[in-house]
DNA sequence: CGTTAGTTTGAGAGGACTCAAAGTCTGTGG
DNA sequence: CCACAGACTTTGAGTCCTCTCAAACTAACG
């Protein structure tokens, strides 16, 4: 998949940009392909990437006494980075992994803002982005608010179906919030919240 | 306080509007003043207006299960919107609420729209508020995720200093997803996680 | 100064956790 | 193509944090 058609799929999914701003962003961007398990950032690296997912899946986590915490999936369409790394400058707390074979289009912060400077429509685009997290970010945060364990699996796999086929339990587990143990205790009941 | 010198004062907080988008916001913003107690959003109503709070406290809150569940915080020199009626042109789940004797500014999507479409400069200042929004999400997100109820308490008064005396104790606990009698236990106690 | 809103305290129940061990699946090498 | 190793999931037993229900207390407001 070339570089044109990937910025002419971004452009159709969510805000369209302008023929001048879409060959600049080709310019930018680097296409990669990694395969499943590999690591895209390490926690403590500096990272200023974004990126967009063309094929595959990927997870970012982060430790927390020692534990694995997932705290964002991403799959084929759609934008994953080490959100404070990238958005505040500093080191990221956030690992990204692969957990499929992928391919992935990397865009650094730097560009985005040369971008952002120089093309309104890509501004643009890129608020959509920031929106379209934001408003998933909001349904994450009523699921955890109030929730039993079942309503929040139920929940997740309402707004990212196939989930539980596409990544390992545990996972899944800390993700929203519980322990792989009630997570299979859950899944192993006829459904009843 | 006049129009002109909100718009300053916001463009300065943010990122810096050009003149002519200065003016064009000041003539589309409207300041309304309310009292203690007040509701500027009601649960169903189609709402698209964002306010930014020039003094005073609000909340955004909505019911599940009849019990009313704060979701949002904001003061002097912050946004508040019903989130899903801003952004999706849905009707909201979500009351907004005076907490304190408040003045605000208000803004309509709809101009909001024109404005980004027109100033590059206002498209930018409206992606700088989701993107600090985005982030302020984010950390919230982390604190629910796998915190005990004394964390999540210390987390939030870490974030917002004072707090508690601004805001009625019942609607900070239902904010970190506890109950206001485990709140309240966890207040009487000398401070250990 | 009574009424309502908000907070504290108590007792008991239960959901989710921890620790532990046994299964199951998957991929790789012999 | 089978067997083993490592990754992942299930099951069990016991504990504890937070919830629910209930009632008393305190502060704010007209």
């Given amino acids: 998949m070339d570089k044109v058609s990937i910025v002419n799929q971004i452009s159709e999914a969510y805000t369209s940009l ?3 701003c879409k060959e600049a962003l080709a310019a930018k961007i680097a296409v990669v392909s990694v395969g499943k398990g590999e690591v895209l950032v390490r926690q403590g690296q500096y990272t200023d990437k974004i990126f967009y997912l063309i094929a595959g899946a990927a997870r970012a986590y982060y430790l927390k006494d020692g534990k694995d915490i997932s705290d964002w999936f991403a799959f084929e369409g759609e934008f994953i980075s080490a959100i404070n790394g990238f958005f505040l400058g500093i080191p990221s707390p956030h690992y990204i992994e692969s957990l499929e074979e992928s391919t992935y289009l990397q865009l650094s912060r730097a560009d985005v803002d040369t971008l952002s400077d120089k093309y ?9 982005i920031v929106i379209q997290t934001m408003l998933k970010q909001q349904q994450r945060i009523a699921s955890l608010q109030f ?3 079942a309503e929040k699996y139920h929940n997740i796999l309402a707004a990212i179906p196939n989930i539980d086929q596409r990544v390992p339990l545990m996972h899944i587990a800390s993700y929203i919030g519980i322990t792989l143990e009630t997570l299979s205790r859950i899944r192993s009941q006829p ?3």
Same sequence: chains 1, 2.
Wanted: proline share 6%; aromatic share 6%; no cysteine.
């Fill in 18 to 20: 302008s023929k001048p």
């Fill in 120 to 128: 309104h429509d890509f501004e643009r685009l890129s608020k959509v």
């Fill in 147 to 149: 929730h039993s364990a």
């Fill in 191 to 193: 459904r009843r919240n």
